[in-house]
């Protein structure tokens, strides 16, 4: 089904990884963050840092595909993957972000459970990146791109189940709008690792 499934430009493939891996490193610090009582400065710091690095990555792609006259895929796709596997880091940034300027103290729960799962979608979403090198991995990337799928599922329930529980239980209006906005970004990294798989989903039905 899928002879001949990716050009071997494994420069590219090399990049597509190191943006995957800025991508795993926010989500697996976003999770240590969350454990920690508050987020001060330093830590703040650090998540901006990898989101800058990915960044970086990011540019350096897109540098590339404008001065590459073969590439291993569509540009668009190339274009696609790059914003998607970049938004995913941004987005985490911005939730780090707003618990910092919203002074939000203590653990909470419910952002300990989100960042459970984000961390394994994150994870997932590098195994599809990683397996887009070769055509023997096509089994490993669809299965994992229906995990990716699952986990968004998960989020969408635990979203709402974390909005009713907010609702019925938190009296102080302002909290309230402030949680409401993190969960809901929490749900939505889970919704750009869903777009992202299927980018892939897409590139490698074209390659078939």
């Given at each position: ?15 597509f ?5 800025c991508?795993?490193?926010?989500a697996?610090?976003f999770?240590d ?5 508050n987020?001060d ?8 840092d ?5 960044d970086?990555v ?14 291993p ?7 696609a993957?790059?914003?998607?596997l970049?938004d ?15 002074k939000i ?8 459970k989100?960042?459970?799962v984000?961390e ?5 979403v590098s ?15 669809f ?10 599922n998960?989020?969408?329930?635990l979203?709402d189940d ?10 102080d209006?302002?909290t ?5 906005e993190?969960?809901?970004d929490a749900?939505t ?14 590139v490698l039905l074209?390659?078939a």
């Amino acid at each position: 089904m899928f002879h001949n499934f990716l050009p071997k430009e494994y420069s590219f493939f090399d990049l597509f990884d190191k943006q995957a891996a800025c991508a795993v490193e926010a989500a697996a610090y976003f999770k240590d963050l969350v454990q920690r009582a508050n987020i001060d400065e330093a830590a703040y710091e650090k998540m901006h840092d990898i989101e800058h690095k990915g960044d970086d990555v990011a540019h350096d792609i897109i540098d590339k595909l404008d001065k590459s006259f073969i590439t291993p895929f569509d540009r668009e796709d190339i274009h696609a993957l790059v914003k998607e596997l970049d938004d995913v880091t941004d987005m985490i940034n911005t939730i780090v972000s707003r618990m910092k300027v919203y002074k939000i103290k203590g653990v909470d729960k419910n952002l300990v459970k989100f960042a459970d799962v984000i961390e394994e979608s994150v994870r997932s979403v590098s195994i599809v990146v990683k397996g887009m090198r070769n055509k023997k991995n096509a089994k490993v990337v669809f299965d994992s791109c229906i995990e990716i799928n699952r986990l968004e599922n998960v989020g969408d329930s635990l979203r709402d189940d974390v909005l009713a529980e907010l609702f019925e239980n938190e009296k102080d209006p302002i909290t309230v709008i402030k949680l409401k906005e993190i969960y809901q970004d929490a749900e939505t990294v889970l919704d750009i690792c869903e777009d992202l798989a299927h980018v892939v989903k897409s590139v490698l039905l074209k390659q078939a």
